[in-house]
């Protein structure tokens, strides 16, 4: 299973990162370029424990089972998945070059990761390894909708 706790892993993402520009249209889903950089840069900064946000209701209910579903193999995050209002970009237009740049460095940054779990707003407490393989078919699931 795929982590963004590889380097080697990592370094493909931002490969494919580094592919996108203001071209770059989805294939699915309702963003532009521009929210798709900065709700992945807000993801990261979630993830990597800049910012925090309270757990969802219905996380609370079935986030242990939808998780142990998505990260069961290397199936990709289906089309069109649900996120946080937190994560939803209003704004459809803005630097693409510095949202590129600002998640290349997010992600970069899981080099030295160190915690031993992460609580996830709609999963709850995750290991390390759970967040590593989320947090690869998340960014995954991002470039695939962009074509990158």
Same mark, same amino acid.
Request: a positive charge.
């Given at each position: 299973?795929?982590t963004?706790f590889?380097?080697?892993? !990592? @370094? %493909?993402?931002?490969? !494919?990162? #580094?592919?996108l520009n203001e #071209?770059? =249209?989805? +294939?699915?889903? &309702?963003?532009?370029?521009?929210q798709?950089l900065?709700?992945?840069t807000? /993801?990261?900064?979630?993830?990597?424990g800049y910012?925090t946000? &309270?757990?969802?209701?219905?996380?609370?209910?079935i *986030?242990?089972?939808a998780?142990k579903?998505?990260? &069961?193999?290397?199936?990709?995050?289906?089309? #069109? /998945?649900p996120?946080?209002?937190?994560f939803i970009?209003a704004?459809t237009?803005g @630097?693409?070059? /510095? %949202? =590129?740049k !600002?998640?290349?460095?997010?992600?970069?940054e899981?080099? *030295?990761? @160190? &915690?031993? +779990?992460?609580v996830h707003?709609?999963?709850g407490?995750?290991?390390?390894e %759970?967040? *590593? %393989?989320?947090?690869?078919?998340?960014? @995954?699931?991002?470039l695939r909708?962009f074509? /990158?």
């Amino acid at each position: 299973m795929k982590t963004v706790f590889d380097k080697a892993t !990592r @370094d %493909q993402l931002i490969t !494919r990162i #580094n592919s996108l520009n203001e #071209n770059s =249209k989805a +294939e699915w889903g &309702k963003m532009n370029i521009y929210q798709m950089l900065k709700h992945c840069t807000l /993801a990261e900064e979630l993830y990597l424990g800049y910012s925090t946000h &309270k757990r969802a209701f219905l996380g609370r209910l079935i *986030g242990k089972m939808a998780l142990k579903g998505m990260i &069961k193999d290397e199936t990709p995050m289906s089309r #069109n /998945a649900p996120t946080s209002p937190h994560f939803i970009v209003a704004e459809t237009s803005g @630097d693409i070059e /510095a %949202q =590129k740049k !600002r998640w290349i460095a997010l992600t970069e940054e899981y080099a *030295g990761f @160190d &915690k031993p +779990e992460f609580v996830h707003w709609f999963f709850g407490k995750m290991t390390r390894e %759970q967040l *590593g %393989q989320f947090v690869y078919k998340h960014t @995954d699931h991002h470039l695939r909708q962009f074509g /990158a």
